[in-house]
């Protein structure tokens, strides 16, 4: 979820690169659909997010039986922060060739690592752009 906000935080700069982002999630629709409307984890605090009406800027997609996981080979249980999360978390980018050009598989080594994986995913988002 952290790396949703601070790819948020960001959003002038993806739109501008005019690229599409899409989170792909192992849930049902209608507990995709909420992850996506309902800003449950960081709304109605003061910091930059508090009166945001979604968290999320990427378009979520249902992965309810992990077959799309599967086909990107990152559907393993992964251990983050002590315990287990099922499909581990990666970005990938994609030119308009449809061609991966870039994939990041997140340490989460320390707990603001994600800052760090959005700038190296906004600078490939650059080099696929041109």
Partial sequence: MHEQAQLRLRKDEVEKLGAATYVVISLDTHRTRVFKEENWLLGGGTGPF?????????????????????????????????????????????????????????????????????DHVIKELEKAAK
């Avoid at 999320?56 to 249980?77: E, K």
């Avoid at 315990?83 to 870039?102: A, L």
């Fill in 50 to 118: 508090g009166k945001e009406k979604s968290l999320v800027f990427a378009t979520p997609l249902s992965d309810p039986s992990g077959r799309a996981s599967a086909i990107y080979g990152v559907s393993r249980r992964a251990l983050r922060w002590g315990s287990w999360v099922e499909n581990y978390p990666h970005w990938f980018v994609i030119d308009r060739k449809g061609i991966i050009t870039y994939v990041l598989k997140p340490t989460f080594a320390t707990p603001t690592a994600y800052q760090d994986d959005v």
